[in-house]
């Protein structure tokens, strides 16, 4: 049992890796051809969300041309980028100035994908004010602003036809904004945080698109190539256009904002997810834009770590994501950080390994036992359990007994899965000697190699209670399998799961010895027995 449990533990980890290799991210955001057309209803009781701005609540046809030719308004320069307005009064470009932002190339590394839609963008529900925006330019009372070391505003103002909109930012060093809309009452628009950032061109399994955090806690998550029709949240104090390492986002404090989320349009992406916020006159908002940082977003608002998407067991993972903050804060090293939790992790579950492993051990020695057991009763099952149950009883074996740490380590695994995936911390995180980024691959494979090594001593070592000929022959090949499929997998993961077939390795070591002295101890006893 504990075989076929460690066989289902690999066989999903094989399906997520043969997942995303099967279903890659898209990547041919670059048509210059690329036109929006949003068709976004909303119908909100203001009861519900008292505190949310009034609603668009008909059916509207907003209309932009996501690769609009832009020119650059103002520069903004933060501790964490390099940022431009373009005379549309969108977030132009963002260029992180942070060294471990590369692309494969090594060049800066720009979340904004200029073909897009972009960060700040306004669209009126009114057809011919909407045309208009699109056409007249922004003015700025600022062409450039350096918010390096304290937080600096800039007003763009734009003129439709004598309906003034303003767009009041102060950018903050740590690159988070406010963002304050002037708008005539009456006036219905919606404000978008753009499109995800289309960095990250991975084939991993993790999410992309939209995440949005209602005020009551609930997370509703809009991946790339899901959403189909429009989809509303009435009261919302989060919203993320969200890639693996980076967002934009808005957010509130206090009080909330209502949502729209609509597939975008762009063409090739019909299906991708695109949010926006619905207002009338007025609205207040805090905005950020770059990686995402769990520290910067705890210390920001902490509603904004759930932007950090670690999967179903989000509930295991934010944990161990603290936990292991906690170590790297004390050791300095994401690598011995790696290490350090998955030996407490071992440490933690080691007193009912234990107990399973002798159970192993005691249902080795008993299964020649078994099987005559079954070759005797094999055609009356009911008498079969029977004698086996007395069997275990006799010796204090449990067949189950071996199986509750393996069932521990699943959970355990995904969480911490996730966690090494998504971590934007073990970006560029060196460990030690050629591993020089945890996020990336080991360039030289040592690592998967070691890993492949440990996992078949481990199997030579472990009681084998398999019968079948065929669980044998898949079970010998699992190490060179899994090898094989670690290779492209992040060191920081490989280097997890390495560390945990060296302490397996260690704990087996140790448990096969302490069987040998229960074995001798119960030889003796019977001995002594038999003399008296």
């Known amino acids: 049992m504990n075989k076929r449990l460690l066989l289902a533990v690999v066989l999903s980890v094989l399906v997520l890796t043969i997942y995303g290799y099967m279903f890659p991210q898209k990547s041919n955001l670059n048509d210059k051809n690329n036109t929006t057309t949003q068709n976004i209803t909303k119908n909100i009781d203001s009861k519900k969300a008292p505190s949310a701005p009034t609603t668009i609540n008909k059916t509207s046809t907003i209309k932009a041309p996501a690769s609009s030719s832009s020119k650059i308004l103002v520069n903004v320069d933060t501790n964490k980028y390099k940022l431009t307005i373009d005379n549309l009064g969108r977030i132009n470009s963002v260029v992180l100035k942070e060294k471990k932002y590369k692309t494969n190339d090594g060049k800066p590394l720009n979340l904004i994908n200029p073909n897009t839609i972009k960060p700040l963008e306004i669209r009126y529900k009114d057809e011919n004010l909407n045309n208009l925006a699109f056409s007249i330019d922004y003015k700025s009372n600022k062409s450039n602003i350096d918010a390096n070391s304290a937080p600096k505003d800039v007003v763009l103002e734009q003129n439709l036809n004598g309906k003034i909109v303003k767009k009041i930012i102060k950018f903050y060093p740590d690159g988070h904004y406010d963002i304050k809309i002037e708008a005539p009452k009456g006036v219905e628009y919606l404000i978008t945080p753009g499109f995800r950032p289309t960095v990250d061109k991975s084939m991993y399994l993790v999410v992309r698109g939209v995440i949005v955090r209602e005020a009551n806690g609930v997370i509703d998550t809009f991946e790339s190539g899901d959403i189909k029709e429009i989809k509303t949240i009435d009261s919302a104090n989060v919203v993320s256009a969200t890639d693996r390492y980076y967002a934009t986002l808005f957010y509130k404090k206090s009080g909330v904002f209502s949502t729209v989320v609509a597939p975008s349009g762009i063409k090739g992406y019909e299906t991708e997810p ?20 769990w520290k910067l977003f705890s210390k920001l608002d902490p509603k904004l770590t759930d932007v950090i998407e670690f999967g179903w067991f989000t509930f295991l993972a934010k944990p161990f994501f603290k936990i292991m903050l906690k170590i790297y804060e004390f050791v300095g090293n994401w690598g011995w950080a790696i290490v350090l939790f998955t030996i407490l992790v071992k440490i933690v579950l080691f007193p009912l390994s234990y107990k399973g492993l002798m159970s192993m051990q005691k249902l080795k020695d008993l299964a020649p036992k078994m099987k005559e057991i079954r070759e005797k009763y094999g055609k009356d099952p009911a008498k079969m359990n029977q004698q086996m149950m007395a069997l275990y009883q006799k010796h204090g074996a449990n067949p189950m007994g071996g199986c509750l740490p393996m069932l521990l380590q699943i959970p355990i695994f995904f969480a911490l899965y996730r966690v090494l995936l998504n971590a934007d911390e ?25 890993m492949g090594l440990t996992m078949y001593i481990q199997q030579k070592i ?14 010998q090949f699992l190490p060179v399998v899994m090898t094989i499929f670690f290779v ?23 448990i096969n010895k302490a069987y040998e002295k229960y074995k001798e101890k119960v030889k003796n006893k019977k001995k002594n027995s038999s003399e008296s």
């Open 274 to 293: 695109i949010a926006f916020i619905s207002a009338n006159g007025n609205l207040d908002l805090e905005g950020y834009v770059g990686p995402k940082e």
């Open 426 to 450: 073990l970006q560029g995180a060196p460990w030690i000697l050629w591993i020089q980024d945890l996020s990336r691959q080991d360039p030289y494979f040592v690592l998967p190699i070691l």
């Open 462 to 475: 472990t009681p084998n209670t398999m019968t079948d000929p065929m669980q044998q022959k898949i079970f």
């Open 488 to 510: 492209t997998f992040p060191s920081g993961l490989v280097l997890y799961w390495l560390t945990n077939n060296i302490l397996t390795i260690a704990q087996q070591i140790y």
